[in-house]
Nanobody, 127 residues
Framework: QGQLVESGGGPVQAGGSTRLACEASASSYSRHAMAWFHQAPGSGREGVAI???????AYTKSAKGRFTISKDDYKKTLYLQMNSLKNEDTGVYYC?????????????????????WGQGIQVTVSS
C-alpha cells in the first residue's frame, strides 16, 4: 500500500483561496488516478476533483469553476487550488489514489474505488 501526506489548508476567509498539496510515495503516484475528497462535519466523504495519469480531469458540481486539480510528476505531488471559498467548503480534505479509478466513469467518486488515502487535512472557511 502506498503513502499519501497532505499539507496546506488551515483557516481561510470566505471568498479567499488556499492550496492543498499531497505528497505521494512512488507506488501511490503510479496508480491510474488520484483525487481529492471532502468530508464536511457530520457527513461522509464526497469527491471533489480527480486527475488520471494522462492528465484528464473531472470535478464535482460544487468544485467546478472554483477548484483546480493538478499534479507534478517530478515531485510526485498532487495539488488542489481552491478559490472563491465558501463556508460549506469547510471540512477535512483527503487525497486518494486508485488503480481502478477512471475519469468519467460512474464510479469515479466512489471512495471504495481508491486504495490509498492520506490522513486528511482541515480547511476552515469563515465569513
Amino acid at each position: 500500500q502506498g503513502q499519501l501526506v497532505e499539507s496546506g489548508g488551515g483557516p481561510v476567509q470566505a471568498g479567499g483561496s488556499t492550496r492543498l498539496a499531497c505528497e505521494a510515495s512512488a507506488s501511490s503516484y503510479s496508480r491510474h488516478a488520484m483525487a481529492w475528497f471532502h468530508q464536511a462535519p457530520g457527513s461522509g466523504r464526497e469527491g471533489v476533483a480527480i486527475i488520471d495519469s494522462d492528465g484528464n480531469t473531472a470535478y464535482t458540481k460544487s468544485a467546478k469553476g472554483r477548484f483546480t486539480i493538478s499534479k507534478d510528476d517530478y515531485k510526485k505531488t498532487l495539488y488542489l487550488q481552491m478559490n472563491s471559498l465558501k463556508n460549506e467548503d469547510t471540512g477535512v480534505y483527503y487525497c486518494a489514489a486508485g488503480e481502478d479509478a477512471v475519469v468519467g466513469s460512474w464510479y469515479e467518486w466512489l471512495p471504495t474505488t481508491f486504495e490509498d488515502w492520506g490522513q486528511g487535512i482541515q480547511v476552515t472557511v469563515s465569513s
